[in-house]
């Protein structure tokens, strides 16, 4: 009797939640599929409804893509919707919980995600005057716990020399787009592949490493270095590289990466670039109205699988980026900066060098890191030592260019203590000298005759 009534509260339980996620509908959406890089760039605009008329307070948005790196969610009144991942063990999907600020039986959704890893070489070997060809795979329509009335989906890629696709029809190819849909009633958790391979030629750079070291100090400066470790992870070369044949022919390397452009703020002097050969002279900086263009050429051409690393170091003026209010500071600076075009980076270390005595320290970033250990360094002129700040991210894009923000106190009398260092140093100098001087290191010999 007891199973049974156990049995029966789970129906009934079933039932209603069943009844509560029918009622949930994509009512509309027109998805755009940008893989005309090494990133996955997809925009969605949704139109959900509550068919009963009840308000619609939050949505469950289920992404298939693995190595998501980035989503952003706005509402139809450009406004941010509170996101919140929904932990299950076990489960290869992302789910995120959605929130609308405000409520109502319709509402419009704007998506944003940035994949990486998801576009990947075929052939993964080619010879050096063989295209880039790469595939794609994806899911054609909307992942979704509700039903889908309508889709659209619109892809655009990097060349129009498509070897094959997906075709569930209806479709459309023009140049280098494909149109895929309109496509009606949708049913729930559908999962159906959408697969594409093209000729893709632009520059699959990863990052794998980034070391950013930030040192404030309070004499007007700040110095920035960033260590970069760098693959080109796009198709390997297979076979002997020519010299003579990547600079006569303009077809051969295509996808090999020549030079690429980073982006410093504009307030940037002092650059340097060097590798573990020493300063690298094959660079231009051109000064932008809002940034420094610093156009970067490796001591070789970049194939896919060759590896490069360097260091880019610079100073900006510390009142930019420096805040203070009485003994209380605030730093707030990016967590990375523009590397390339179409960045991906595998994992990044960021380090902040805080000038000697600072306390009370307190780090608030754009998104989640991982903090580390606060330590000590000692440099020139310190007694107990400088605070270090550091904490890393793994997967970051573009839009992870965003500022951070660092609370500190600092007693403004403790700018005395290095003068008062020096000072003592040519102090102690000057004794010793004095002392030195008054001293009789002479070897002769003095002799009394009685």
């Known amino acids: 009797m007891e199973t049974n009534w156990v049995f029966f509260v789970a129906m009934i339980f079933s039932v209603t939640l069943n009844s509560t996620i029918s009622d949930v509908i994509n009512k509309n959406l027109e998805r755009t599929l940008d893989i005309t890089s090494q990133l996955v760039k997809t925009t969605y605009k949704l139109t959900v409804e509550e068919t009963s008329g009840k308000p ?118 023009s140049s280098n787009k494909i149109f895929l849909g309109p496509y009606e009633n949708i049913e729930r958790l559908v999962d159906e592949e959408l697969v594409i391979h093209y000729e893709n030629q632009s520059p699959f ?57 980073t982006y410093l703020p504009a307030s940037a002097f002092g650059v340097y670039y060097r590798d573990t050969n020493g300063n690298i002279s094959t660079s231009n ?76 320290i307190e780090l608030v970033t754009p998104y989640s890191i991982k903090r580390r250990q606060n330590d000590l360094i000692h440099t020139y002129l310190d007694t107990v030592g400088r605070p270090v700040v550091s904490f890393s991210q793994q997967n970051l894009v573009e839009s992870h260019i965003s500022q951070f923000t660092l609370k500190y106190r600092f007693s403004k009398i403790s700018l005395l203590q290095e003068p008062f260092l020096v000072i003592l140093f040519i102090y102690i100098i000057f004794l010793f000298t004095i002392v030195l001087l008054r001293l009789d290191f002479s070897l002769t010999s003095h002799f009394h005759k009685d």
């Open 205 to 261: 750079l990863t990052v794998n490493t980034l070391g950013r070291t930030i040192e404030v100090s309070h004499w007007g400066n700040i110095a920035v270095k960033e260590s970069i470790h760098m693959t080109h992870t796009g198709a390997k070369l297979k076979g002997p590289f020519s010299r003579y044949d990547f600079q006569k022919d303009g077809r051969s390397g295509q996808s090999a990466v020549k030079s690429y452009k």
């Open 285 to 360: 900086m051109n000064l932008l109205r809002d940034s420094v263009e610093l156009e970067l050429r490796p001591r070789f051409p970049l194939f896919g699988g060759w590896k490069t690393q360097y260091i880019l170091g610079y100073n900006v003026p510390s009142y930019e980026y420096l805040f203070s209010s009485g003994n209380e500071y605030l730093l707030k600076m990016h967590v990375i900066d523009h590397i390339h075009d179409n960045m991906s980076i595998d994992e990044a270390v960021v380090t902040i060098i805080l000038p000697e005595g600072s306390s009370n």
């Open 56 to 173: 619609l307070k939050d949505y469950e948005f289920i992404v298939r893509e693995p190595n998501l790196s980035y989503i952003s969610v706005k509402d139809g009144f450009n406004k941010k919707v509170e996101i919140e991942e929904i932990q299950e063990n076990g489960s290869n999907l992302l789910k995120f919980n959605l929130t609308f600020s405000e409520f109502s039986s319709k509402q419009t959704l704007l998506i944003e995600t940035v994949s990486t890893k998801n576009i990947l070489a075929y052939p993964s070997h080619i010879k050096q005057n063989d295209k880039q060809l790469v595939k794609f795979v994806g899911s054609l329509y909307l992942y979704s716990k509700y039903p889908t009335y309508a889709q659209k989906t619109n892809v655009i890629l990097s060349s129009p020399n498509i070897l094959s696709h997906t075709q569930a029809k209806p479709f459309l190819v």
